[in-house]
């Protein structure tokens, strides 16, 4: 955060937003940023969620602070956009976080992941099979969001909270272990502990950071070639096809990307796609459709037709 830089808070009502606004209120006081405000969503899933509402609403009053909050229906978004709960509760949160930091006047917007999150989010990406870019984990800084307390574990933020006397709420759903990343937290990491015979959270977090720094080195090496390489056309995009096949695969993959990305518009752009792009140019098959093109091979260019509404 520079000099006189404005900071939005998001306020869950958990140990780690609670513990973020206390001690970045305490940071304040030096006089380098301003705590503008806080932002609370009510996702609306849980029969808690009401009792999380009041929660943030006495804090930021306890506090002095200003607090928007709004409510947001997850599941209906999440059926008509055929996204996962968790997806669109994290679209809809940081598309809530932004316009509120816009309408305020705060140029970042500080949110409250841990080192333990970091570690589970290492563990699912990989159980996945994520790139360089998934295994980097979460990201310290992502455009105007902050995550100041990435290296600090669960367990010294409720010490910290303890030791202010300051309450916080506990989300229920955290313990259900039909959630992919409840059984992480509660079981995989536990043992991981076990068998290295001490915390497992701090080694994966830093496993993570290197990989974040591979990845980032490699993502602006191909950004730099895309730039080289990509020719606007009336109808969509073209890539000269001979060098592109001459590129690493991890270059290709990320040139190939980001030229779906141009013409994709809201779609999600997956891993399958960038694939099903890489094998056309074998030549093994005359074109594929992707989420807002069709992608053809014509006169040794690679040639991105951008559809209408950015759609299949």
Same mark, same amino acid.
């Given at each position: 955060m520079p000099p006189g830089a404005r900071v939005l808070i998001g306020l869950s009502g958990g140990s780690d937003s609670v513990a973020l606004t206390r001690l970045l209120l305490d940071l304040a006081e030096y006089g380098e940023f301003t705590v503008a405000g806080l932002a609370h969503l009510n996702h609306q899933l849980r029969a808690s969620a009401e009792r999380d509402e009041w929660f943030c609403r006495h804090f930021a009053q306890r506090l002095g602070l200003s607090i928007v909050v709004e409510t947001a229906d997850v599941r209906a978004h999440a059926e008509s956009q055929s996204l996962s709960i968790e997806d669109a509760a994290r679209r809809l949160r940081y598309a809530f976080l932004e316009r509120v930091a816009?309408?305020?006047?705060?140029?970042?917007?500080?949110?409250?992941?841990?080192?333990d999150d970091q570690a589970e989010t290492f563990l699912l990406k990989l159980m996945r099979g994520a790139g360089l870019t998934g295994l980097g984990g979460i990201y310290p800084r992502r455009g105007a969001v902050i995550r100041p307390l990435l290296d600090v574990t669960d367990v010294d933020l409720?010490?910290?909270?303890?030791?202010?006397?300051?309450?916080?709420v506990e989300d229920e759903?955290?313990?259900?272990?039909?959630?992919?990343?409840?059984?992480?937290?509660?079981?995989?990491?536990p043992e991981l502990e076990r068998a290295a015979g001490g915390s497992a959270h701090s080694a994966i977090s830093r496993a993570a950071a290197l990989i974040r720094e591979d990845g980032q080195w490699l993502d602006e090496l191909s950004e730099?070639?895309?730039?080289?390489?990509?020719?606007?056309?009336?109808?969509? %995009?073209?890539?000269?096809?001979?060098s592109l096949v001459e590129m690493p695969p991890?270059?290709?993959?990320?040139? %190939?990307?980001?030229?779906?990305?141009?013409s994709a518009s809201t779609r999600e752009v997956g891993l399958e796609h960038v694939e099903a792009v890489a094998a056309l140019l074998s030549g093994t098959q005359g074109g594929v459709d992707v989420p807002g093109s069709r992608v053809e091979l014509r006169g040794g260019k690679l040639v991105l037709l951008q559809r209408r509404g950015g759609g299949r």
């Open positions: 816009a309408d305020i006047g705060a140029d970042r917007v500080a949110v409250g992941h841990t080192q409720r010490a910290y909270l303890a030791s202010q006397g300051q309450e916080w759903s955290n313990d259900d272990l039909d959630n992919p990343r409840n059984r992480v937290r509660h079981r995989i990491l730099e070639r895309f730039r080289t390489l990509a020719v606007q056309t009336e109808g969509g %995009l073209e890539l000269d096809v001979c991890p270059v290709l993959r990320r040139v %190939l990307l980001q030229a779906m990305r141009a």
